[in-house]
């Protein structure tokens, strides 16, 4: 594969999003949902903190589900107000917002991850913050790093949970990476969904029904602020077929991001930047294969660029990592992502 293949497949996305216009009308719906019920969500999101190993996520869905009709009070917090909760990058409970108390729904099937059966259903915490104990067995539970039965098929939500954790440090002696920071969905970790499949190397049409963006993140270069789309792997796989994902979700990205009919200049605050003028200058993304370093990594297109029909470009790039895993031990510690080497910072 060369760069003129990776120009074609990045035109054929393009060519696609143009002929399937659907989802324009549906993504403008998605960010009017979610401004609209903003201030309901951050107010439930503020009743409770994340308790680590726990983390909190939440969804295209999630977020523009919420009920807050238009004749209500500022202070009403609308209906459905959910968020997933999520250990080692695989959910297992949902917070629900129900008559001003937090409750918390696991998933059905815990016992058969962890050998430990939770109720369909119990109070996380109520208004006073008074946590139910069963709620607090439910956290302590997680607090011991209990081993899955199986981990088949769930490293890459490790790496996941691993990587954003990294990434999301704001003190900067503890950071590998400065300047950069994963985009939150209302202050939760979230995977951008698009209309595509992308797991075979070509752009897929699949409306509401495709994959989600691994990571997204918000740089700094040089004082000009970059959207960067993140393809993770869990194990080393061939950068260039990786590179294929993460180009058609870059696609997706800046389009989404360029057409005023599906509300850009919302996405634009959605994704977290703060001077509007900004997306008038708006005119690249950084696409990024994330994988563990073997120490003879293929960088063939380190820094190249796609040019788009309208002058656009997705810069490619690669941010290679060693996950040190870490189960239950003396000095109880989450999966670290170490030895971060990334091409991002380097002057283009």
Request: aromatic fraction near 10%; glycine fraction near 4%; charge should be positive.
């Amino acid at each position: 594969m060369n760069l003129r293949e990776l120009e074609q497949l990045a035109l054929d996305t393009d060519n696609e999003l143009k002929d399937k216009n659907e989802w324009i009308k549906r993504y403008a719906g998605y960010a009017n949902k979610i401004l609209k019920n903003k201030k309901s969500i951050l107010a439930v999101r503020k009743m409770f903190r994340e308790v680590l190993p726990l983390y909190i996520y939440s969804s295209l869905g999630r977020a523009a589900d919420v009920d807050v009709k238009e004749d209500e009070d500022d202070d009403i917090i609308g209906k459905n107000v959910t968020f997933d909760v999520r250990y080692k990058g695989q959910r297992v409970a949902i917070i629900k917002y129900k008559n001003d108390d937090l409750y918390i729904c696991p998933e059905e099937n815990t016992e058969t991850w962890y050998d430990k059966k939770f109720d369909k259903e119990f109070l996380w915490s109520n208004k006073k913050d008074k946590s139910d104990k069963r709620g607090e067995e439910f956290r302590r539970f997680f607090q011991t790093y209990p081993p899955r039965k199986t981990e088949a098929g769930k490293k890459e939500h490790r790496c996941e949970t691993a990587l954003l954790t990294e990434l999301s440090k704001t003190i900067g002696r503890n950071k590998q990476l400065k300047n950069i920071q994963p985009i939150r969905l209302v202050k939760s970790r979230f995977q951008l969904k698009t209309p595509f499949g992308a797991s075979k190397g070509v752009p897929d049409y699949k409306k509401q029904y495709g994959g989600g963006i691994d990571i997204m993140c918000r740089t700094k270069h040089v004082n000009k602020p970059r959207l960067n789309v993140f393809e993770l792997k869990d194990e080393y796989e061939n950068p260039l077929e990786v590179m294929r994902q993460a180009v058609i979700y870059s696609v997706f990205v800046y389009r989404l991001l360029k057409t005023k009919e599906a509300e850009n200049s919302k996405w634009w605050e959605i994704f977290g930047f703060k001077t509007p003028r900004e997306l008038d200058n708006f005119n690249s993304v950084n696409a990024v294969v994330a994988m563990p370093n073997t120490g003879n990594n293929d960088e063939s297109f380190a820094g190249s660029e796609i040019k788009l029909s309208d002058g656009g470009t997705i810069k490619l790039h690669y941010l290679w990592f060693k996950l040190e895993r870490n189960e239950k031990t003396d000095k109880i510690k989450e999966d670290q992502i170490i030895d971060i080497k990334t091409s991002l910072f380097k002057k283009d």
